[in-house]
């Protein structure tokens, strides 16, 4: 999708902090955890213009589903324009993301993508946002977040006990990657063993 996007929504939305939509290299490194093999719930926060969209829809299965939550108003009214029945596109914050998979009929997540800026939220919804992301994940679901900093290390892992941090140097900017696994322990008891 185009880089132009971006830029308008950049202008008019203090909330959306990149330039242009995530490299290829970014998609799959952030992807990498997903098994494809199997029927899956994904919910994605800040799909921008549906990067992620594209190459999840490529290899998810027929009975697969994708949530996507955006709050930006034009990013929303494109990715209403994919025509696929797997999509669902909900113009709200991620905050509300365990009533939006509910509504959708989805009980709880494999996987979490999330783009947004968790730099820019104040640390109150910031905090709500992991603390749904975790609850609405099963047990050996992934968080799977891309940031341009090392900010979010510590906020996940508050909520997850551990969190695998990576970067991809092929994208503009570069992007710090993050995988937290849920794994039936409570959050914060966990806390060694980090990428």
Known sequence: MSTLAYLKSLIKDRNVASITPSSRYTVQKVTRKIDFSRDLTIVEYGPGTGVFAEYLLEKMSPASRLIMIELNPDFAEILRRINDPR??????????????ARNCGAQ???????????????????????????????????????????????PI???????????????????????????????????????
Do not use: W
């Open 108 to 154: 709880q997540a494999d996987y979490i993508l999330s783009g947004i800026p968790f730099s820019f939220l104040p640390p109150p919804v910031k905090d709500r946002i992991l603390s749904a992301t975790h609850r609405l994940l099963r047990e050996d679901g992934y968080f799977l977040a891309y940031q341009t900093s090392t900010h979010l290390k510590e």
């Open 157 to 195: 892992r508050k909520h997850f006990g551990k969190v695998d941090v990576s970067f991809e140097i092929r994208n503009i900017p570069p992007m710090c990657i993050y995988e937290a696994q849920k794994n039936g322990q409570m959050p914060g008891t966990a806390v060694n063993g980090e990428g």
């Open 87 to 100: 999509v669902s596109v909900h113009q709200e914050s991620a905050e509300q993301a365990e009533a939006i």
